[in-house]
């Protein structure tokens, strides 16, 4: 058997959730198009007969400003010290620049071998994908670089052969039909949380967190946490109408995961600088 550990980066909003996804072939990751919504370490597994490659899927990097951003930066530190792969993945779509360069910088240093994920080049010229590739390319000694686009799935299975290579001999660390590490409270916190950043805007994706009261036979219960009333306002929206629609949506994930039907019992409460508690942070397991 072969098995190890890949530890992917790159910056907000390249498409590392969709890429990590695609690649275990199942929904694990939050994605959203706000940049720096994922917080957990979260473990994407893609398993093949013999062999099992788990993914740890990073927050952005980023200076600490605050406790939660501290917690995701000491995540980013863990994840890197034990992998025997990085996936570097990169936008097509944008300019490959100095934020790419600074995290180039240190997976470059890891001393693993480097493979670059070219992401998002569906709708793309080719000649503009070569052009980002030669970029691409001068930004350290990569093992491969491989252009996919996370959202068709072109590219994923070469991508997806060319890391399965590069794991050592090992044994399978969790059970094959597993593909997440996650523990099921976060999986449907995450799964809601989902939802309301998708249907909130600007300031808000990092003012809300989620935590599950109850998981029942017929009902799940949660708590949709922001920090001011003018959050909760937006949150809930005109008559209850958004809070309705976010559970409307998370819904359906959530019977997915469980196996069967719920109802979904959302609550949102105001709890004033809640990012700033220790142990609040700790209960929404962040
Ligand atoms: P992350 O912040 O790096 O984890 O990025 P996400 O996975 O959350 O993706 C950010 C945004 O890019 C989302 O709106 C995705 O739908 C979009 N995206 C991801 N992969 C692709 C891709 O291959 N092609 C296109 N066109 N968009 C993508």
Do not use: C
Request: zero cysteines.
């Amino acid at each position: 058997m072969k098995s190890g550990f890949v530890a992917v980066a790159g910056r907000p909003n390249v498409g590392k959730s969709t890429l990590v996804n695609a690649l275990a072939g199942q929904k694990v990751a939050i994605v959203s198009d706000k940049p720096q919504t994922t917080r957990h370490r979260i473990f994407g597994i893609a398993n093949a007969p013999e062999q099992q490659l788990v993914l740890v899927d990073m927050p952005g990097f980023q200076r600490p400003l605050d406790p939660m951003t501290e917690r995701m930066q000491r995540t980013v530190d863990q994840s890197f010290s034990d992998v025997d792969a990085v996936l570097f993945v990169l936008s097509a779509r944008e300019r490959i620049g100095a934020g790419d360069r600074f995290i180039a910088q240190r997976v470059f240093d890891l001393g693993v071998p480097v493979v670059i994920a070219l992401n998002k080049v569906d709708r793309l010229k080719p000649g503009h994908i070569a052009t980002q590739m030669a970029t691409a390319s001068q930004l350290g000694a990569f093992h491969a670089l491989h252009p996919v686009s996370a959202k068709t799935g072109d590219g994923i299975g070469e991508l997806r052969s060319e890391l399965f290579e590069l794991l050592p001999d090992g044994p399978a660390y969790f059970p094959t039909d597993q593909r997440t590490n996650l523990p099921l409270e976060l999986e449907l916190a995450e799964l809601i949380r989902e939802k309301a950043i998708q249907l909130t805007r600007d300031e808000l994706p990092h003012a809300i967190g989620v935590e599950i009261d109850e998981i029942g036979d017929k009902v799940v219960r949660a708590s949709l946490y922001v920090e001011t009333d003018s959050q909760k306002q937006i949150v809930v929206g005109r008559g209850g109408t958004l809070v309705r629609e976010i559970g409307t949506r998370a819904r359906p994930e959530l019977e997915l995961r469980l196996g069967h039907p719920v109802y979904l019992d959302l609550h949102v409460k105001v709890r004033d600088r809640w990012r700033r508690d220790e142990s609040m942070l700790e209960r929404l397991g962040l």
